[in-house]
């Protein structure tokens, strides 16, 4: 079964650091491109950034460039984005999700998410 | 970036019912949408894409249709476990965005 599961979430403070983790099994993890999205309270989806195969090639959304990094070890099967300098915007649930490959930009699957709470 | 406005941003029906979501971009996209289906606490599901292809295990009582700038995602026959919020996504351009949403809700 294909499955992403996500950590590294919680609580921090306006300015601190957090890195999300996102364990993949079930695929052949190194054959993907992987995004990050997020999702504010109540809210809709927002692409924040994605990574090419063997991560030589990254991409972000405008409200999080220089300060959110986006990684891969496809030894480990695991992608990661480590999120700096973060704003009370930044809280959201955060999730990875895999590019299918079929048409442009999709996600499919999607993890269960992790929680970012920015406190100010 | 393209916009995405999806209506209604709610809906009430009844099991059984026939629900009609719109989509519509804010420039020709042709037919590089996809479809999800997100329902509380959980990550979206993937359930169509380039517009009107289903993603495999997805029930047939769901169609996506349209090209250009205005797309639609039908459900002919409301069933208990389709009560969830509908997103459309553009993937003809980056970055990828979303429609705002599309609550469907139990009349």
């Known amino acids: 079964e294909v499955q992403l599961v996500e950590s590294g979430g919680g609580l921090v403070q306006r300015g601190g650091s957090l890195r999300l983790s996102c364990a993949a099994s079930?695929?052949?993890?190194?054959?993907?491109?992987m995004h990050w999205v997020r999702q504010a309270p109540g809210k809709g989806l927002v692409w924040v950034s994605r990574i090419n195969r063997d991560g030589t090639s990254t991409s972000y959304a405008d409200s999080v460039k220089g300060r959110f990094t986006i990684s891969r070890d496809n030894a480990k099967d695991t992608l990661y984005l480590q999120m700096n300098s973060l704003r009370a915007e930044d809280t959201a649930v955060y999730y990875c999700?895999?590019?299918?490959?079929?048409?442009?930009?999709?996600?499919?699957?999607w993890g269960q998410g992790t929680l970012v709470t920015v406190s100010s | 970036d393209i916009q995405m406005t999806q209506s209604p941003s709610s809906l009430s029906a009844s099991v059984g019912d026939r629900v009609t979501i719109t989509c519509r971009a804010s420039q020709n996209i042709y037919n590089y949408v996809n479809w999800y289906q997100q329902k509380p606490g959980r990550g979206p599901k993937f359930l169509i894409y380039?517009?009107?292809t289903l993603q495999r295990g997805v029930p047939s009582r769901f169609t996506g249709s349209g090209s250009g700038a205005g797309f639609t995602l039908t459900i002919s026959s409301l069933q208990p476990e389709d009560f969830a919020t509908y997103y459309c996504q553009q993937s003809y351009s980056a970055p990828p965005t979303f429609g705002q949403g599309t609550k469907v809700e139990i009349k």
């Open positions: 079930g695929f052949t993890f190194s054959s993907y491109w």
């Open positions: 999700a895999r590019d299918p490959g079929i048409t442009g930009i999709a996600f499919d699957p």
């Open positions: 380039a517009a009107t």
